[in-house]
């Protein structure tokens, strides 16, 4: 038996993604945020430069979201998703809708990124069963691709340290070479011109199968977590190609790039390629309130709806799908999104966040930058101690020393600022991160 719990201990908690022993002998703390700023226990002001994970699009503490989580829960804190339904549910899911291109016309919500990856699967899946072609159920993902960390995400996605300790995942599957190559890619703002041939691969994994028994191909448009890795020129507008020739599912894995990132509500549209399914999360509540869902073409879920109108079509669901208090936070996080024209802002400050953070090129240890939308990575040279210590100690440092956020993917920092950052506050991020990799160099 465990003793008596002690306040503030910290032992009870596993954290996740987190390198717990090293953290909890040297804590890094939040206890307040507004607009672009954490506040930590000990008052001090830490520039966010993640909108806490790839987010808080709309920055912290915005008093409209706030305000609806709070009345929502009075009027209703619940209703069941199974059989019943509530007005917000119905009019988030149709405002999200007429955000997505061509005719992603449906939504099915689900309450993050992984649970929507793998929701997409399975309607994949489901689709070709429904369709008389039960055949098609190889899925096809991408190395260096995050999808998640559920059994159907871990299986497309391209992770080692994600898969490693779990055992052989899904069987039939199969995965893209990454699109990165630093000896074509090098300091690239924007997406890289050099990589668009990549998608043809896709034809070696049809000749090696056969169409008939693939379902569906999921990529990021950006892979986020693997250090911020942007498609090639012409790679998605080639790989939807592939994909209609043979008659394969597209699924863009829109977690991250979704709702501004990229200056657009879905980076589909920044490409001019529509997805058979589009995942969402993250900056649809602009983290408020846990919340993922899936977009999906109007043919797909008329595939589905056959048989007597009284049956269940689709055998897949949560128990918080469409979560009152999720969609509530959601209608105002749109509202603020329109209001404030934040996804042209990201696109008006696209140039001038690249050139800031390109011209730290040069500084100690800097091997690569990659700029997109309101993303930067710089990857690191590995520490002699070995890869990943000095990515590690870059986020140390920025917490306790410089007073910013960041988050590091392997030895690559990353920053992903909410959309309301100012020129001056891309100009103290860029100082910061200057002062950061001096010190760990």
């Known amino acids: 038996m465990s003793s008596p719990s002690i306040p503030n201990d910290l032992s009870a908690y596993w954290m996740p993604f987190t390198a717990n022993r090293a953290f909890k002998r040297e ?54 998703p199974f059989q019943m339904g509530h007005p917000k549910a ?22 993050s990124g992984s649970e929507a990856v793998d929701t997409a699967l399975k309607i994949a899946l489901g689709f070709f069963n429904v369709s008389g072609q039960g055949a098609r159920t190889r899925l096809v993902g991408r190395v260096r691709g995050y999808n998640g960390v559920g059994f159907g995400g871990i299986s497309v996605g391209g992770m080692v340290a994600n898969r490693k300790t779990f055992g052989p995942m899904l069987t039939g599957v199969d995965h893209l070479p990454t699109t990165y190559n630093r000896a074509q890619q090098a300091f690239t703002k924007g997406e890289p011109e050099w990589g668009a041939h990549l998608a043809d691969e896709l034809e070696n994994i049809v000749a090696l199968h056969d169409a008939s028994t693939i379902a569906a191909v999921i990529v990021e448009p950006m892979a986020g977590s693997t250090g911020a890795l942007p498609a090639p020129k012409g790679y998605l507008q080639r790989l939807r ?17 979704g709702f501004g990132r990229l200056g657009y ?49 689709l055998f897949h669901g949560y128990t918080y799908s469409g979560h009152p208090l999720a969609c509530a936070a959601g209608l105002a996080t ?74 590091n993917a392997g030895d690559t920092i990353v920053l992903a600022p909410p959309l309301i950052i100012s020129h001056d506050e891309i100009a103290e991020a860029a100082d910061k991160v200057s002062k950061v990799i001096r010190a760990v160099a």
């Open 27 to 80: 804590p890094r703390m939040l206890s307040g945020a507004k607009g672009m700023y954490y506040t930590t226990p000990d008052g001090r002001r830490i520039l966010d430069g993640m909108s806490g994970l790839w987010c808080v699009n709309t920055g912290h503490g915005r008093e409209e979201i706030v305000a609806a989580i709070a009345q929502q829960a009075q009027e209703m804190d619940f209703a069941p």
């Open 90 to 111: 119905f009019e988030l899911a149709s405002r999200i809708a007429d955000l997505a291109p061509g005719d992603l016309d449906h939504v099915f919500f689900a309450n």
């Open 241 to 257: 190609q592939i994909c209609d020739k043979y008659g394969i599912l597209l699924i863009f894995d829109e977690v991250i790039t």
């Open 265 to 313: 509500a879905f980076a589909a549209e920044r490409y001019g390629v529509v997805p058979d399914m589009i995942t969402f999360a993250k900056g649809v509540t602009a983290g408020t309130v846990p919340m993922g869902g899936v977009l999906v073409r109007k043919h797909i879920y008329d595939a589905f709806m056959k048989g007597p109108d009284y049956a269940v079509e």
């Open 334 to 407: 749109l509202d603020i999104y329109a209001r404030d024209n934040l996804f042209q802002r990201a696109r008006d400050l696209e140039d001038l966040w690249g050139d800031t953070f390109q011209a730290l090129r040069g500084l100690p240890h800097v091997a690569d930058i990659r700029t997109i939308g309101l993303v930067a990575a710089i990857d690191l040279d590995p520490s002699p101690v070995g890869a990943g210590k000095r990515g590690y100690d870059a986020i140390v440092e920025a917490y306790h020393k410089h007073d910013i956020l960041l988050r």
